[in-house]
């Protein structure tokens, strides 16, 4: 019977963090608002409940390891739905864990796009800038107003 009822409770995530807005020069000092929903809690504030990083995450909270303010208000929102999750009133998100950034290997060969070295690997030195696109678009239009078979002559090797 009680596992039914925790099925039946509504997942509802925890409130989001509220911290405030930085103050900025060009605006002289003058906010429109004063406070903002943030990425995630602090870790002091999560330590204030008396959870660990991972248990917290685990229970879906997002946590902001960067952030270092503490602000009550946030304490008393996320204590008041951690006792709600405790009762079984409510059944917490998946677990927030962080994400994984996965980062590309290396393909083994330098850029050279349009440096000295990348011209000169090309084989364009002592042509200048003669092989580029800006060049070959310039060719072909010339061509085309002079109504030169153009594309024939260069792809299929005819007059």
Do not use: C
């Amino acid at each position: 019977m009680s596992q039914g009822a925790v099925s039946e409770a509504p997942i509802v995530p925890p409130p989001p963090p509220l911290v405030k807005v930085p103050r900025l020069i060009q605006s002289a000092g003058l906010q429109s608002r004063e406070w903002k929903i943030g990425r995630g809690y602090s870790v002091g504030e999560i330590k204030a409940l008396g959870l660990s990083v991972k248990e917290a995450r685990m229970l879906g909270i997002y946590v902001d390891e960067r952030r270092r303010t503490v602000w009550q208000h946030n304490v008393e929102r996320l204590r008041e739905w951690l006792i709600k999750v405790l009762r079984g009133e409510i059944r917490p998100p998946d677990p927030a864990l962080p994400k994984l950034v996965k980062i590309k290997p290396k393909r083994g060969r330098v850029f050279r796009g349009l440096t000295p070295a990348g011209r000169r690997m090309r084989g364009l030195m002592s042509v200048k800038l003669r092989e580029t696109h800006k060049h070959k678009w310039k060719k072909k239009q010339k061509e085309r107003k002079l109504k030169k078979r153009h594309e024939a002559v260069r792809a299929k090797g005819g007059h």
